[in-house]
């Protein structure tokens, strides 16, 4: 597309001339021949100081804040208008308005996102239906998979995804739309034919201050949705029911989508699905009550965004989940080993009680578990109660620490532990050495214990002192654990 056709209404041209945009980015690294640079001010750094590295990697032009100065040979232009706002306009004409061609199914909330989005895509997929996704695990579209780098990227990416997906013959997306992403634009001037909200626990109050401020920026996706499909049994998901209306999901309260007569085995779980369209026998291998919550989320947006249930549900026997969400570990040991993404208060509790559903009688629970770094420190001795409340063995390290203390990050959680359970050396474990820290927790389990590993999940790195260091919780079992079986 030529800049001018690209830019009208959004920027104004002041230098050089209308040349070609093959793709643009907000990330000099990124830039390839003949993309448009849009350097945004950030939070650390000013896209500005990284124009002579996006030109001597091939950028056809450069987009930049009012006010910043551009060498007259460079074609450039200056943003008219929020610019986050602007470059998600820019990306979504660039890439041809891909929302309008597929079922864009977005889902939003503080817990589920992943796995419900997974899900949506196994159970279409799983019925011969192309399904794209945007999400922390994994970006696709058709059969081509990339490992993403956030939760919902930067709207340049988010509209090249959408647009990989029409290519690739893609009827739906599935996309996790993050509280930042809402409030940074990166989903900005898309429109889902149905959003999903799972649920809303204390996260990410560093960010937004409050839990209702918290709230308000997930509440923000309603407006770009065609329906909206909320959790009937979340406090916060029926505040907005009472509110406003919309679809209603749940297992224990009525709604318009229903799990009822639950049956949680150990290598399954069935329900029936109760809609005003009829009533569904549902079975899939995902393992407890939360995986309900999300199978249940995902079948009713799909069945909302316009796919026939009667080809959904029978997917549900084959889908598996979302990597790092409640994974088995088997290298062969006589002892329960499962590594989860849980990292808030709320998902912790509910971690633990399917983890004590699950142990043999006279089992152990072990959990292993740590605290984000430069992340909510508020959270820090909720999730440590959460877990003293469940488990019988804790073995406390580290997360992320990114930049901050290790200790301090341990140090913060503490005033969550009794204080008789901080003393008991049988009992409390402390260690923030990760690695470290899992196989002690190995090498303590018996036959018939359960160690959870919280907090990590599909995550392959470690950030320490704000460098990432190659690790992952399932690696770290194998390698402890001689392997694979």
């Given at each position: 597309m030529k800049l001018d056709a690209l830019i009208e209404g959004f920027a104004t041209r002041r230098s050089g001339p209308d040349v070609e945009v093959a793709d643009l980015t907000s990330d000099s690294r990124e830039v390839g021949?003949?993309?448009?640079?849009?350097?945004?001010?950030?939070?650390?750094?000013d896209g500005a100081a990284f124009i002579p590295q996006a030109m001597a990697q091939g950028a056809s032009a450069v987009i930049v804040e009012p006010g910043t100065a551009t060498p007259e040979w460079i074609p450039a232009c200056t943003f008219t208008g929020d610019p986050r706002l602007r470059m998600g306009e820019l990306a979504r004409r660039l890439h041809g308005?891909?929302?309008?061609?597929?079922?864009?199914?977005?889902?939003?909330g503080t817990n589920g996102k992943t796995t419900t989005t997974t899900l949506i895509r196994q159970l279409l997929r799983g019925a011969g239906i192309g399904c794209g996704l945007v999400g922390t695990v994994l970006n696709a579209a058709g059969d081509l998979e990339e490992e993403a780098v956030r939760t919902t990227p930067e709207s340049p990416t988010f509209y090249r995804w959408l647009h990989r997906s029409v290519e690739a013959g893609d009827r739906a997306s599935a996309v996790e739309v993050s509280s930042h992403a809402l409030c940074l634009g990166r989903v900005h001037g898309a429109r889902f034919r149905v959003g999903v909200f799972t649920n809303l626990t204390q996260d990410h109050l560093d960010y937004h201050g409050t839990l209702e401020a918290y709230f308000e920026a997930k509440h923000q996706l309603v407006a770009q949705c065609d329906r909206f499909l909320v959790n009937a049994d979340d406090p916060w998901g029926r505040g907005l029911l009472e509110r406003e209306g919309h679809v209603s999901y749940a297992v224990d309260r009525p709604a318009c989508y229903r799990a009822h007569g639950l049956d949680l085995g150990p290598t399954g779980t069935r329900f029936t699905l109760h809609s005003a369209q009829g009533s569904w026998?549902?079975?899939?291998?995902?393992?407890?009550?939360?995986?309900?919550?999300?199978?249940?989320?995902?079948?009713?947006a799909c069945a909302e965004a316009g796919f026939d249930l009667d080809h959904l549900v029978p997917a549900a026997?084959?889908?598996?989940?979302?990597?790092?969400?409640?994974?088995?570990?088997?290298?062969?040991?006589?002892?329960?080993?499962?590594?989860?993404?849980?990292?808030?208060?709320?998902?912790?509790?509910?971690?633990l009680a399917e983890g004590r559903r699950l142990l043999p009688p006279g089992g152990r629970l072990h959990v292993l578990f740590g605290c984000g770094g430069d992340r909510d420190r508020a959270k820090r001795p909720l999730m440590a109660a959460a877990v003293a409340a469940g488990a019988?063995?804790?073995?406390?390290?580290?997360?992320?620490?990114?930049?901050?203390?290790?200790?301090?990050?341990?140090?913060d959680a503490i005033p969550g532990l009794p204080e008789d359970l901080r003393t008991d050396a049988a009992r409390y474990h402390r260690n923030a050495d990760r690695r470290e820290s899992v196989r002690q927790a190995l090498a303590d389990c018996r036959p018939g214990d359960l160690l959870l590993l919280a907090g990590k999940g599909h995550e392959p790195y470690q950030e320490i002192h704000g460098v990432k260091h190659p690790y992952s919780d399932r690696a770290a079992v194998e390698v402890a654990l001689g392997g694979p079986k």
């Open positions: 021949p003949g993309w448009a640079f849009l350097a945004l001010k950030g939070e650390k750094a308005a891909p929302d309008e061609h597929l079922a864009l199914i977005g889902v939003t026998a549902v079975q899939s291998p995902l393992l407890g009550r939360f995986n309900v919550y999300n199978l249940l989320a995902a079948l009713a026997r084959m889908v598996s989940g979302a990597p790092g969400r409640l994974e088995r570990v088997d290298c062969g040991q006589p002892f329960g080993v499962m590594v989860d993404y849980a990292h808030t208060p709320d998902a912790l509790e509910k971690l019988d063995v804790l073995w406390h390290t580290s997360d992320n620490p990114r930049t901050e203390d290790p200790e301090r990050i341990l140090d």
